[in-house]
């Protein structure tokens, strides 16, 4: 076992490839570790005809790959950054962020070089109502409706004539090897990312000195310092990976950006702030944009979907 690592990971072809990427750079840098996948099928995975806003709950792509961890059955677990709620069960954490590809979405359309592109009435694939209400603000007559199911599914519901064009992470094209399908990429303007989009996480086993020296070189504190500015924002609007909120940081320089957006899925409300802080500080900045957002009635549109705003501390 003291040379061994068992990854645990989603069954699907993008979480497949991630954890085989974090295992590929392990082994760079431990040539004689014996590592091993164990594939997990999650709540999420499984319950693919209903829509991600209705099956509520957080961590639906996280939980069966905690219990992994917590029963000994795997030794990290990766992540999409996007999909990891902002708790987690005791004893368990997130050990690793590694640098982030691309967090921007990504148009995909075989008739359409861009949303502006498109017929007044075109119709759009999405299941995250993060992308709905940002198209929906500015394309008010495009339709938009459910679209689940893993990368290739997706696509294939796209070359089945079903929608005219759907919005994926550009991310997750591209590590699938799909990049060609990408139209144009939607800027933060167009389409402000997800929380966490684009960046890994491995989580682990907190007490696990072998496991923590193994995977800590694969850690990006650039990455690291901008997701947990996004994600202190999401803390504070008590957001997950169902609910219309949007979140990016940048660094430049000893500052970070951080942008934040909450939008109705119909597009007819969207509250918007950014702000810079000090880059040591990436919380501080995130709580302030969550602040800055209910102060423009984020909470409203939050309680009208039912989520009701984390409890303010200070
Ligand atoms: N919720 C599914 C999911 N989780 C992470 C990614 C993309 C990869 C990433 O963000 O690193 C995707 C697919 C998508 O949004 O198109």
Redesign the pocket.
Known sequence: MSNSLRIATRKSP?AVW?AEEVSRRLQILHPGLDITLVRLSTR?DQMLDSP?SKIGGKGL?VKELEQALLENEADIAVH????VPVSFPPGLGLSVILE??S?F??FVSNRYDSPADMPPDAHIGSA?LRRQAQIQARFPRFSVSPLRGN?NT?LAKLDADEFDAI???A???R?LGLGARIRSVLNADESL??I?????GIETRLDDARVQSLIAPLDHAETRCCVSAERALNARLNGG?QVPIAGFAQLQGDRIHLRGLVGMPDGSRICRAEADGPANMPEALGTAIGEALLAQGAGDILASLGIAPAENFH
């Open positions: 993008l991630q999420g991600l792509f999409s950054m996007k999909d982030r590809d967090p979405d990504a995250s990368v997706r919005i994926l992470a991310s997750g094209l590590r990312p997800a966490g989009q684009g960046a890994l990976c």
